[in-house]
């Protein structure tokens, strides 16, 4: 399936791989709030680069136009359901209703994974997202922070069907990142690999959230709500799903010289 994704990622879009869009991380033990059976929870993410923001709605439409394998219409359903980029006024042209600097959505996991490998990159695994997430505008991991989480939460209480904000737009945290809490989901690489069980009698069971069948959201993150929800979001969905408030940013291995 790899070697047929590839094939539909043809031309790079070179404007998008400038070093000013990428912020280098440092990587690290790291306590996910994932609990994994083999770690206990602590995970070691290698040192990487991620896009400082969400892809804006114009640098999809000239990821589409170099790559026609990936327009509205001529992607195949299994790479991306019929709701793919249906926002767009054309197959090619956002329009009104997805203004250029806004994030793109209604994008499948393919197309982004797609996209991302047309620069040189690829779709973050998750605990790099969450590892760039735990940042706040001046610390690597506010997580602890009950006045941080409730900001985060304040996010879900916004109509979905309000426009999105302009990329960019967000505080920058510590990493210089920004809109990774407030705008859109995300997509992850390794979104098809988080297990969430549909039976509420499961809710009070610790293991009611898995992870890689080996994984559970663990007892003592429970209160972070944001968390949860966004795991639960990204198990819900299949590959070539599309949704109006899912949308994503590139990571790559780390490289020298300054990002």
């Known amino acids: 399936m790899r070697a047929l994704l590839l094939a539909f990622a043809l031309m790079p879009v070179a404007a998008e ?51 026609p394998e990936w327009q509205r219409g001529q992607a195949p359903e299994v790479f991306a359901e ?10 090619t042209e956002p329009g009104t209703r997805a203004l250029p600097d806004r994030p793109v959505v209604q994008v499948s996991w393919f197309a982004a ?4 490998e047309s620069i040189g990159g690829r779709l973050p695994t998750w605990s790099e997202w969450e590892f760039a997430a735990a940042a706040d505008e001046t610390r690597t991991d506010a997580r602890a922070d009950p006045a941080w989480r409730e900001r985060i939460l304040a996010w879900y209480s916004v109509p979905s069907n309000r426009p999105l904000p302009r990329v960019g ?22 979104h098809s690999a988080m297990l969430v069980s549909s039976d509420s009698r499961e809710q009070g ?24 929800m966004r795991v639960a979001m990204l198990s819900s969905l299949e590959a070539h799903d599309t949704t109006g408030n899912m949308g994503f940013r590139c990571a790559r291995d780390a490289r020298g010289g300054t990002p």
Do not use: K
Not at 113 to 116: F, G, L, T, W
């Open 17 to 67: 791989a400038a070093a000013g869009d990428w912020a280098r991380l440092p990587g690290g033990e790291f306590r996910s709030a994932l609990r994994y059976e083999d770690t206990g929870g602590t995970v070691r993410v290698p040192p990487f680069e991620l896009q400082r923001q969400p892809v804006s709605n114009a640098q999809f439409a000239a990821f589409v136009r170099a790559n």
């Open 82 to 91: 019929p709701r793919y980029l249906q926002n767009w006024q054309t197959a």
């Open 205 to 228: 069971d610790p293991d009611s959230m898995r992870f890689c069948g080996a994984g559970a959201l663990s007892m003592e993150d429970r209160e972070n709500y944001a968390i949860l």
């Open 169 to 190: 737009m967000g505080p920058a945290n510590a990493y210089g990142i920004r809109d990774l809490h407030g705008m859109v989901w995300e997509w992850v690489e390794d």
């Open 113 to 116: 994974q797609a996209y991302c």
